[in-house]
């Protein structure tokens, strides 16, 4: 029964999902000089299985330095107003034991971060979303699906945010 409702749910959640994804705007990386990154807590179970938010900060700062975008207070807390990426990442075993369902919700959160021009309202910002099923032995697709939404975030954010040239000392 439990498998059966556990399908059901990965059935229904790609529509889900995209409509998550349709409310993502590239907008709202336009003229971010750079991003923290901010892991939320996992939970004993999660560390139980061998997950740690220090990991999923490292893949997520590491994979920013590589798309040549700016890590803003690396490895620390991130305080209110600084733009920064918000990594919520749940998981539950099934009861036999053999796979986790997870959940990995990837965001902007611009805070109260206000730029000239910018109506103030709602904190907009750019989101996806992951479920999916992992086999309890291969937690480590949970870092795969992490660089591969780290590498969706770094194309979006090149797009609006042309390197700019560099300037010859003087």
Not at 87 to 108: A, K, M, N, S
Request: glycine letters at 10%.
């Amino acid at each position: 029964m439990t498998v059966v409702a556990v399908a059901a749910l990965l059935l229904c959640c790609p529509s889900w999902l995209r409509a998550q994804e349709a409310d993502a705007s590239p907008e709202a990386l336009r003229g971010l000089d750079g991003i923290a990154v901010l892991v939320h807590p996992l939970g004993e179970k999660l560390h139980m299985a061998g997950l740690r938010e220090a990991r999923l900060r490292g893949i997520s700062e590491a994979g920013l330095k590589e798309a040549g975008i700016r890590v803003l207070h690396e490895g620390e807390d991130v305080p209110a107003g600084v733009p920064a990426i918000e990594i919520t990442l749940t998981g539950v075993r099934e009861p036999q034991g053999t796979f986790y369902v997870f959940d990995l919700d990837f965001r902007l959160r611009r805070g109260s971060l206000v730029r000239r021009g910018q109506a103030e309202g709602p904190d907009a910002g750019w989101r996806r979303r992951w479920n999916g099923m992992v086999a309890v032995n291969r937690l480590d697709q949970v870092d795969g699906q992490l660089r591969v939404l780290l590498g969706e975030f770094a194309s979006v954010y090149r797009s609006v945010n042309r390197p700019r040239p560099k300037t010859a000392p003087e």
